[in-house]
Structures are given as structure tokens and as C-alpha cells.
């Protein structure tokens, strides 16, 4: 059921990048604050900044939940991998951060092999279910209705995820796969706290939950919102856990697991048939690569238009010498919000699953186009987002998705990023299985049959999901990243590397400084006019940058937090994790 | 979309009920707790939380409140495990406040176990020949330990108002003592960086290095064999475990043999104060702080104060027109800090009209929106000397709503250097905290009056700042710092984002800190001010100079069900741990 590929570190595209690229300004990192009177001895740990690291000498995982971690960094303790650890802490996540950690959705699995010195791509993503007709959702004015297959069984991709994990531990792992399922069943059996965030997330998606009985079980304690500090037992999930822990992804993709998965979605009135599942494959793709200031940059290639964005706004930078500019003020922040523009707005255009289209990634990655790019960015002045590029419709993303990165004590890393589209995906649970759906059907564009993303049966959806990892000048492993939050994945990402590549800083200042986030169009509402997007920042920018920013041209508004950052950045011998706070849960555990 | 139903939904759910109600000063209310708009987010509990600068010392808390203790036992248990797992400030050698408000009467008491000069103590005993300050002695001599408060001080609040037995709550400790625990970067940081300190002393080589002579590492088990000794002796005799007997002889022949003052009688006669708690008023909080020897409590008031007169909410909280209020507001209170403060014991100090409304809106007058007043024009005053950061708080509450906040200290990161040899534990150098030289400037760079000369049984001048901010007569805000002169600015401008400026009590720790203590004539600042904040501030006449991080407040938030702890990120380590009804902590 996996197709190989031969496996092809260095692409084309990246290469003729590599190649061509222009000389780039050095990295100019900030005036280190002066030492207190007693400066330490070993500068491991200095009083001079707000946030530090978590530090480790050997391996480290960092994960969106505390527990997950946990149990990822015991695999490694235990000698497991950095593949190893990412797959436990992948199962691990399916029970403890149910609105996004998952076996029913997709992903993306980037692996750094330090023997090889390669990077494996994985595309795990969702694929369109063979009988889903999008002509039946077709309403009277002739518009396909988004909003009638936006959540239950219809809305459902063909799940990747357990395959995807399973095709990993093949190539890549070491520990016995039951032993990497299992923390992940003994948690679902055993039940795990309620914290904060996971009421929170419960409760918000109670509406949603309590339409279907099997999600009704599985979610609601009782009819009632699960509260702070209940426990949450998922008998189900365990079940499906043990089949997968023993059977491996057979289970799900044809076996005991799939022919129960199918039978429950048919009877709820979904399309996916047993077939599908047979079918889907896990795609090894070839890694999207450029140099940035002498770092390689690796991310994920189509069916993510994340990576080739991030890629692109990375060439388009480099020809500005933004370490230059004081570090969270309007001048670096103007010049990151125009190039966000261009990105976002490619990122719309010709990009879609590589099996089914043909894809201008050459030409999008080409240093003249970031040449071109970069000529149209004027620094006294933000430019108009309707002058930027033709509009498209947008897509509904959600910022629901999480992200993982590992590093073991042999320098190997993953960076894995999954989702189930929306917060609890379809809100559908499978019948008896526990295995909640995705909703990635709603990521195709269904009334522009030309475009590369549109729909076609047993096709990936678009996605933005950006696993990344980065080496430093002399080839060694830097840093491994990624985040959800949708179209904020790629600017997020962006602004993590800037931090760390620009500036110097490490990576637990580089996580919580302050995002932006400029997006190239607004979601419609109703019959209002079209209204540019503005410039998005957190709340934690100040409002002295914010004017500057304004007098720049831009329309500022304050929004919720951006992405949810899980980085590990190498540094002087050592492993230093950053969990974002911008969710509760998250952490980074390292031995 | 979905977000946007999320966030609207818990807006409903979640409101906190430590609402600020809309004042002249223009405030905000709070925001809900777990709201995707701030980047950080609270630990929450339903039965309780302790916050300290160490992990495993706030486990210990968390467990004796699930045993239930109440907030005082777990605070005492919390006080003795600190002095295990974090040894450049945790201490029995030392000394330190604890606030405790009592949910059953209402009312809040300050224990003072600050440390007092031993009776040998005289005005000129770190001069030398020729009238000059010998800074060693003065700093890391057996002469610049004061008589230590700190295990005075805990068992005296646990009779009072614990519990449970003695032995129970020093369990944990003696157990981290004796069985070691591991050593984390920050901790073997912190040794290495006073290597030369730490080896000045076989008793301290034998506890801080290898017989190699290296020193530990992180990673490593440390275990404190000794200390597990003494700590046993005040589990079975109480404060005479410490203050007589065998404990009390170690001390005193150390001193006897290393020309230090403190005698078996010095020992003997210590005393913990209880004393009034200082109060003030702010957008319709109560606070309740420390009051003098603390100059922390005082001043803190006496800025809130000035503040009040300014609309810091409308300024927003991280622009230069909000963080130029401050400094101004903070050296006209520096100002004053030089003059005005002491033990109160020894000296009247002028309490109330510092902490009066009438002399605050004198001061606000004073203040000029665009353009920062010189340090000169305040009042004369002398250039500066470094600075130290090494105290520690914690903040402790539980279910019934007891709250209490505690900052204790050796001074200087592990004090001055000297383990009592077979007792086990550091001791303090606080007699820097007196004036050596009044009208000199002390190691912090503050400027102390005669209010604060050294004299025989005085309590020297902290800045140490535990804080309660109540509303309705229940806790709201338990909060407090280290960081020598800038505990105080530092646990204001905690105050200042949750009341003032509506940021939930992790935001609020999160956000970058200033410092200007008047003299010198310098506004610090930590990384995170936006390069626009720095040029506005220079224009209205600022010198800035970055700093490292200001402070580490370990605080709890409290709405009457809920309890919100933040451990302050700038200290690795730190940990906010809940207690859940359910038994037993996530």
C-alpha cells in the first residue's frame, strides 16, 4: 500500500535556487545586553533575557500537550528515535489534544537522517473519498453549498494519518511499533485529567459534539461538558489503539478497524467506502530547499502551498538586509507584512495536489521571480492588496491543526505537522471506533475547475501545513519547527526563522515575540464589499509600533494570537526546546 | 469562523470575577482566563496553587495542600523545601516577610523574620583604618551575616496559623535533603557563576564541588546530608532546634573562629515581629503589603498612588507614554526611599504621609507627560553601585481562601558564601542591607539615611515586597518578587497590568519590565520594548540602558473558584502547580 519513490535530497527547483542565489547579508545578531557583575562561568543559563529554552543534552520532543511530550521523550529515553518519539507522540496527542492531534486526519512528516544528511518528506494528507459528488450540493442558483458538507461523515477526507505513521516507523523507526501505540491506549483507557484548555476546547465545540451520538460518547460527560479536572476516558479510542498497536495500519486501511470505520460513516449518511481506504498511499515527496543567509531551509513541497510560500517570501527577504532594521519595529515589520502579501497571494494560485496537476514550482522559486518580487516592495510605503494579484475566492482555513518536532541524541529530527481541518474536524466520531473524521473536504475549490486545487475524486487537498527544518552554515542540524493556524502557518514559520536567522535570538525569545500577520484577502461576509485584510498583529505589539505602522499605510487590527509555534533550535552542544504559550499544554521535554 | 465562536463562548463562560469596575482613571475590565487573545496563559486550579521559583518545592506545597493543610502549612513546607532546592536564596540561614490573610477573620498579618544585627554590631564595623568601606567585609565576611529569622519565622506562622504538625510539613524537605535531588541548568548555573565564592570555605567545597575539586553539574543527584540533619533537629525540637542546642553551637563557633559577630545569646533572643500590614487603595483594589523594614510595601503604595492620577489604560500598556509615567512616578518614590526609611523599631518612619493621597497628587503634579524631570532635580544624590537579584517569592493560596505571599533571602545569590560546617546551610550577608557608611551608597546603589545605620537587634532596610490585592475583602492577587531594589517597581508593574491595564495574571508576568530607582539617573529596561517605545522615550529625555530581566514574581489570581497561578518565566525553573478536586494535580 506505501509508493517509493527514489529518494531525491537535493531537487531540481532547490538546487538551480542554491545555485543562482544572490550573496546574502550576514546574520546581524542584537547588541548582547551588558552581563550582570557576576557573569556566569558557563553562559548556559543567563538572567539576561524573559523566556529561555527548555534545555537538553541528548533528545527533546515539543509537542502542543505536556503529556504527549512526556510520553515522546520516554521513547526516547527508552533508545527509540526521533521517528520513534514523533509516532508515539503523535498517538499520544490523538488522546490528549483530541481537537487536532488525530487518527482520522492528515498530515505532514519531515525526517532529518543526520548519518545521510537527508530529509524525507512524508505527504500523509487526506484524499477525496471516490463516490464524494460535489453536484449534489449544488443549490438552486447553481453554487456548489460549502455549508452542506462543512461538518459530519460528508465532510470527511479518505484519513492518512495512521498510515502515514506507520510508513515512518518502516522506513525510519527502531522501537517495536506496539510499544509506540501503546502509552497512547493505556491514556485513552485510563482516562486523562481535564485540563483547562481541553474544557475549554470541549465546551466550545459542545454544539457541534452533541449532534452525533458516537461523538456524544465519546466527548460529553454524560450529556454534560466534560469541566476542569474530570477525568476523559476514551474506551473507543483505546480499542482502535489496540487493533492499530497490533495490526498495524492494516487495520484501519482494510481490516478489522476500516470495515468498522466504513459501516458506521455509510450508515450516518457519509461516502467514504472500504475502497478508498485499500487505496490510499502514502507519497513520498521530494523536499522543497533554499539557502537563506547561508542556512538551508527545508520544507514541505505540494500538496502543501506552505512550504513553496515560505520558501518564496525566504528568497523574496533575502534581498533586503532586514537584520539591519531594530528588531519589532515598524521598518522590520512593514517589509515582513509586504512580502507576506506576495506570499499569501501566490500561495492561492497553482498550487494543488502535484499527482493531479502540474505545478509552476520551478519558476515560483526562481531567484529572479524573487528579484522581480522584491522590486515591487517599497519600504516608505505599505502597497495596496488589490494591486498584489487577481483575487480568488478563499478557502476556509482553520487554526485548529498541531504541530511536533523531535530531536534524538543522534541528531536525527521530525518535524510533523497533522490536523483534522477544523477544531474537532467534522465533529464526527466513526460509530464504535473513536475515530474522529476530518473536514478537509471543504479544502478544495469546487467552482474553478482549472485551478490546481480544484476537486477531483482520490485527490489531496491543499494544505498550508509547514513542517520545517533548517541547517546551519556548516551543514548541521539548526533548527526543526512548525505550527498550526491555517493560512498563519506560513507567516508564523517565516517569523520564527527571521528571528532566529536575522537576529539572532534564541528560540524561546524567537517564539514569543510579538506576530503579525498579513493575509491578501478577507473572508467574504454576506453581500458586504470586498474589504482588503488588514495587517493582523497580537496584542503584545506596542502600540507606539502600531501607529508607525499605520503612518506607513497599513490598517492595523488586533487579533487572537498566531500559530502555536512547537520549535527545537541547536545551539553550543545543546537541545533547546520552545513550546509556544500561546496555548495552554504545551510543552517541551528533553532528558 | 470557528474561532471566532469560540472565543465569543468562553467570553460568556469564563468571565473573572476580579472585574475592575470602570473608574476615572479610565480602567478596563479583566479578561476572561483562557481567551486565545494573549499569549499567555495562567496554570488553573480549583482547590488551591502554589507558585515558587522551583518546581519541585511547589509540588511539595501542592501535595500538603491535597493533604489537606492549608495554605500556611503548604507555605511553611514550601519555605523549608526552597531551602533544599534552591540554595542561592531558598535558606534557613537567611530571612524574609510572609503576608498571610486569613479568609475566616479577614484580616491580613505581616510577619516580619527579617534578619537583626547581632549585639557585637556597631555604626562603623565595615570601615576600615582609614574611614573607607572595606566592600569584602561588608559583602562576604562571617561579619556580613545578620542573625538569621527565616526558621523563626515559618514555625512561628505554622503555630499560629497552620495545621498541621511540624513534622509533617518538614518532611518533604528533609526526604529532598537526604534522598537529593537532581540539579537543573539553572541551579548549576547559578553555582558556577560564584565558583570562588562557594570555595572559599571547606564547608562550602565540601557541599557546592567534588572531592575533585569540580564543581556539580546539572543532571547530577545532590544530596545535603547535613542540612537533612539540622532540618531533622527543627522537626523534633522546634525553634530550638535551630536557635539553641547543637545548631545554634555550630553558628557560633564558625563565627567565633572567623571574626563574625553572632553569639549563641544573639541567637537566643531572635524574635520574629508581627506587625500591621500597610494598605493602600487602587481602582477599587485593597492592597495589602509589607510594611517597613521594608521600604517595598511603602513605596509600592506611594506609586500606586501618584498613578492613580494618570489613565495608563488609555496609554496602552507597552508605549513610551505609559512606561515614561512610571519612571517618573518611580524616582520621586526612589527619592523619597533614600531619606525616609528603617526599622521601625529604631526609627519613626513618616508611614502614613508617604503613603498619604495628599502627598501622592503633590507628586503627580510634579510629573510632566513629554518630558522626563532629572534625578538632580528631585533631590541631590550620588552615583551608583552594582546590583543583586538574589531573593525568592512564593505565593501560596487554598481552598477556603487563605492566601499567603512570602519572599525570603540571603541577600546576595547564596549569601555570603560561608556553609555552616556539620549544620549545612548558607548564611546570609543582610548587614550589607545596613547603611556601612550613611550617605554612601550601599551595593544596590541606594542611598541609605541614618534611618538605616547599623545599631545592635536593628532589622536592615529590604526592598522585599509581598503583596495581596483584595476586593471585597477576598484575595484577587497574591503576588511578590526578588530582585533587590527593583522588587518594588517590579511587583507594581505586576499590579499595574492586571488592574490597570486588564491583562490576565500570566500576561501580565509575561510583559517586558522597567526599573528606575532615581539614582543613578538611568531607565532600565528589558529586552522587548519596541524600537519605537525606546526612540519616544529618549525624545522625552530618558537614558536608557538594557538590563537584564527584571525580577521573577510567582503569583496567584483568585475569583472566588478558580485559582490562576503564573510562575515567572525569566528564572527557569519556576512552576505553578494547581490543586484539583478531584485529588491529585494534572
Known sequence: MIERRPLRPWPFTAFAVLLFMTACTGRAPETPPPAGEQPATTAIVQYDKIHHPQLAQRGIVVSQNARASQIGQAILARGGNATDAAIATAFALAVTLPRAGNLGGSGFYLGYER?????????????????????????????IDRARFRFGPISAGVPGTVAGLHEAWQRHGQLPWAELVAPAEQLAREGIPVSADLAFALNAANGLLRQYPSSTAAYLNDGQPYRLGERLQQPALAEALRLIGAEGSATLYGGTLGQRLVAAVQRDGGVLQLSDLTRYRVRERDTLSTRYRDHEVFSMPPVSGGGATLLQMLNILSHFELGTLPRGGAEHLHLLAEVMKQGAASRRSGLGDPDFAELQLQERLSPGAAQRWSRLIRRDRARAVSKVQPLLPPLPESRDTTHLSVVDSDGNAVALTYTLGYSFGSGYVAGDTGILLDNQMLNFYYDEPTHANAFAPG?????????TIVLDPQGQLFLVTGTPGGSRIVNAVLQILVNAIDYGLDIASATQAPRIHQNWQAAPSGDAPWQPPALQVERTLS????????????????????????????????????ADTRRPDARAAGY | MADRVLSMLVSALLTLALNATATAAGTQDLQPIIRYESPYHPVVGTRGMVVSQKALASQVGAEILAQGGNAVDAAVAVGFALAVVLPRAGNLGGGGFMLVHLAETGETVALDFRERAPAGATRTMFLDADGNIDQDRYRFSHRAAGVPGSVAGLLLALSRYGTLPRGVVLAPAIT??????????????????????????????????????????????????????????????????FYKGTVARLIAEDMAANDGLITEADLAAYEVATRPVTRGRYLGYDVHTMPPPSSGGVHLVQMLNILSHFPLADMGPRTAARYHTLAE??????????????????????????????????LAQRIDPQRATPAADIAPGTPPAPDSEDTTHYSVMDAQGNAVATTYTLNFSFGNGVVVPGAGFLLNNEMADFSAKPGEPDPFGLIGGT????????????????????RDGRPVLVTGSPGGSRIITTVLQHILNVAAHGMNPAEANHAPRIHHQWQPDLLYHEPGLSPETRAKLEAFGHTLQLRTSMGSVQAIAWDGER????????????????????????
Open chain 2, 451 to 470: 534611618a538605616n545605620a547599623v545599631e545592635p537587634g536593628k532589622r536592615p532596610l529590604s526592598a522585599m515586597t509581598p503583596t495581596i490585592l483584595l
Open chain 1, 115 to 143: 548519518s545521510r544528511g537527508s530529509i524525507t518528506a512524508l505527504d500523509f494528507r487526506s484524499a477525496a473519498p471516490a463516490a464524494f459528488d460535489p453536484e449534489s450540493f449544488r443549490d438552486a442558483d447553481g453554487i
Open chain 1, 543 to 578: 502600540r507606539d509600533v502600531r501607529k508607525a505602522l499605520e503612518a506607513l499605510g497599513h490598517r492595523v487590527e488586533t487579533t487572537q494570537t498566531i500559530g502555536s509555534t512547537q520549535s527545537i533550535m541547536v545551539r553550543g552542544g545543546h537541545l533547546e526546546g520552545a
Open chain 1, 459 to 467: 485527490k489531496r487537498m491543499m494544505s498550508t501545513m509547514s513542517p
Open chain 2, 176 to 241: 529532598l535533603a537526604e534522598k537529593g535531588f537532581e540539579l537543573d541548568y539553572d541551579i548549576a548555573s547559578a553555582m558556577a557563576a560564584r565558583r570562588e565564592l562557594l570555595s572559599r570555605t571547606p564547608a562550602s567545597r565540601a557541599l557546592f564541588f567534588h572531592p575533585d575539586g569540580t564543581m556539580l553539574r546539572a543532571g547530577e543527584r545532590w544530596q545535603q546530608p547535613d542540612l537533612a540533619q539540622t532540618l531533622r533537629r527543627i522537626a523534633a525540637a522546634g525553634r530550638d532546634g
Open chain 2, 329 to 362: 512616578a518611580m524616582k520621586l518614590a526612589y527619592a523619597d526611599r533614600s531619606v525616609h526609611l528603617g526599622d521601625p523599631d529604631y526609627y519613626a518612619v513618616p508611614e502614613r504621609w508617604l503613603t498619604s493621597n495628599r502627598y501622592a497628587a503633590a
Open chain 2, 563 to 586: 485559582f490562576y497561578g503564573t510562575a515567572d518565566p525569566r528564572r527557569p525553573g519556576a512552576l505553578a502547580v494547581p490543586v484539583m478536586h478531584a485529588g491529585g494535580t494534572p
